[in-house]
T-cell receptor, first 113, second 109 residues
């Protein structure tokens, strides 16, 4: 079974802090993704990575950056957390094949106070 | 640009009743459509995709290119179908998914 894990289920940070969200997958997937999930807005793509050291902006990259130094790990960084970044963050991965599905992690609920 | 719309945020039906979750999309090319489901306290998972043309847990979805829709249907809803459902679109040549806003389905006893 594909396993996508996220470093924390719940996280509370203060405004202005630098926040790291980590995602690890164990299936040698090339593609990895970070979404935020908000009620009424669905899932919105923040950043994605086609492969190691590659990254592409999604629909809402402002205020975020990412790092993909190793194939299995994709990190989301909030340089200076703000209250409007309070959300559920989901990581996903997939094999690069055309018909591959995305597998999701359990999510990290981040609260910025 | 690609866009997915799920017009109903909340949908409530009784057990045994038919259920239809609506999904409309806009995309200039040939899309691949998916339904994802998230049960309470579980991770998001793939329910079905249009290319498979299969029924999963009694659910089916037909891609209607003329109406640009991919509605999810089940003839007899069960209480265990209560969950959040997301419709998603992928460009044929791409890897990223565009998700709709989600529909929270509640099946009442």
């Amino acid at each position: 079974d594909v396993k996508v894990t996220q470093s924390s289920r719940y996280l509370v940070k203060r405004t202005g802090e630098k926040v790291f969200l980590e995602c690890v997958q164990d299936m040698d997937h090339e593609n990895m993704f970070w979404y935020r999930q908000d009620p009424g807005l669905g899932l919105r793509l923040i950043y994605f990575s086609y492969d190691v050291k590659m990254k592409e902006k999604g629909d809402i990259p402002e205020g975020y950056s990412v790092s993909r130094e190793k194939k299995e790990r994709f990190s989301l960084i909030l340089e200076s957390a703000s209250t409007n970044q309070t959300s559920m963050y989901l990581c996903a991965s997939r094999h690069r094949g055309r018909f591959s599905e995305q597998y999701f992690g359990p999510g990290t609920r981040l609260t910025v106070t | 640009a690609q866009r997915v719309t799920q017009p109903e945020k909340l949908l409530s039906v009784f057990k045994g009743a038919p259920v239809e979750l609506k999904c409309n999309y806009s995309y200039s090319g040939s899309p691949e459509l998916f339904w994802y489901v998230q049960y309470s306290r579980q991770r998001l998972q793939l329910l079905l995709r249009h290319i498979s043309r299969e029924s999963i847990k009694g659910f089916t979805a037909d891609l209607n290119k003329g109406e640009t829709s991919f509605h999810l249907k089940k003839p007899f809803a069960q209480e265990e179908d209560s969950a959040m459902y997301y419709c998603a679109l992928k460009a044929t040549s791409g890897s990223r998914l565009t998700f709709g806003e989600g529909t929270q389905l509640t099946v009442n006893p």
